[in-house]
Antibody, heavy 118, light 102 residues
């Protein structure tokens, strides 16, 4: 079955970087985009951007573009999202999600809590 | 950018009652709208796509309708497992509606 398994919780200081991994299984990795969505404590879902798992092309919301790096390793069916220059506003649970087509997220990772605190 | 506005923010109902959730888009999205359910500590789950199609494994008590700028998610008779937060999505997400036990 389709599975997305994310890396564990992180605690970072302001100004640091965090890298979250999303290991997939149960389907052809290069056949689907991976999206990244975050959720601040007690808040709603915020779509961040996507990576084309085949070409490696990416598209992220303007507010993240200058400090996010998203990559993938097709040999191990894993996507990565690195967010730089962290602030307390980046404290959130970060999710990866598979796009089955048409921006429909049919499988999700379990979420990676990231806490930014001095 | 299309903005999705959900209402009400909170819906207080009892098990067995009918829930009606609304999602309004700032401009027409045709039928390209999805609904997700999220329970505490869990990732969202896809319920409805293309406004009215149930995703795999979703019970028939969940139904979606609408097109253009106005959409509705209906839960015909709430079960205890249905109390959760519901989000509409067309690329970005709406702010969510919490369905809580009255």
């Amino acid at each position: 079955q389709v599975q997305l398994v994310q890396s564990g919780a992180e605690v970072k200081k302001p100004g640091a970087s965090v890298k979250v991994s999303c290991k997939t299984s149960g389907y052809t990795f290069t056949g689907y985009y991976i999206h990244w969505v975050r959720q601040a404590p007690g808040q709603g879902l915020e779509w961040m951007g996507w990576i084309n798992s085949n070409s490696g092309g990416t598209n992220f919301v303007q507010k993240f573009r200058d400090r996010v790096t998203v990559t993938r390793d097709t040999s191990i069916s894993t996507a990565y999202m690195e967010l730089n220059r962290l602030t307390s506003d980046d404290t959130a649970v970060y999710y990866c999600a598979r796009d089955r087509g048409g921006w429909l997220f049919d499988s999700w990772g379990q979420g990676t809590p990231v806490t930014v605190s001095s | 950018e299309i903005v999705l506005t959900q209402s009400p923010a909170t819906l207080s109902l009892s098990p067995g009652e009918r829930a009606t959730l609304s999602c309004r888009a700032s401009q027409s999205v045709s039928s390209s709208l999805a609904w997700y359910q999220q329970k505490p500590g869990q990732p969202p789950r896809l319920l409805i796509y293309d406004a009215s199609n149930r995703a795999t494994g979703i019970p028939a008590r969940f139904s979606g309708s609408g097109s253009g700028t106005g959409f509705t998610l209906t839960i015909s008779a709430l079960e205890p497992d249905d109390f959760a937060i519901y989000y509409c999505q067309q690329r970005t997400f709406g702010g969510g509606t919490k369905v809580e036990i009255k």
